[in-house]
């Protein structure tokens, strides 16, 4: 089974790091630019980072830039979410997400054909 799980969410105070890591399964995604979303309870699921396939380009939302950085490794194709000075708002389930055909824009949900069942980031005041 082709899956993408996540970790490293948790509890952290406004202010701190946390460190999210995407890890595939059953298949390779290095060809595959990858990405990660966002939703919080109640809204929509927003776009936060991606990535291209080769790791040299980069695509974050206006909300994290500055404060997030996606990368990916070559072993396993892991990609990672770093996350810095983090704000209560940014308390959400982070999905990963992998498209092998895409647009320009990174953001299109509909884009990405593999998931991940998410992790929480909980930032707390």
């Known amino acids: 089974q082709v899956q993408l799980v996540e970790s490293g969410g948790g509890l952290v105070q406004a202010g701190g790091s946390l460190r999210l890591s995407c890890a595939p399964s059953?298949?390779?995604?290095?060809?595959?630019?990858m990405a990660w979303f966002r939703q919080a309870p109640g809204k929509e699921r927003e776009f936060a980072a991606a990535i291209s396939p080769s790791g040299t380009v980069t695509q974050y939302a206006d909300s994290v830039k500055g404060r997030f950085t996606i990368s990916r490794a070559s072993a396993k194709n892991t990609v990672y979410l770093h996350m810095n000075s983090l704000k209560p708002e940014d308390t959400a389930v982070y999905y990963c997400?992998?498209?092998?055909?895409?647009?320009?824009?990174?953001?299109?949900?509909?884009?990405?054909?593999?998931w991940g069942q998410g992790t929480q980031v909980t930032v707390s005041s």
């Open positions: 059953g298949r390779t995604f290095g060809n595959y630019r």
């Open positions: 997400a992998a498209a092998s055909t895409y647009s320009a824009y990174a953001g299109m949900s509909k884009e990405y054909n593999y």
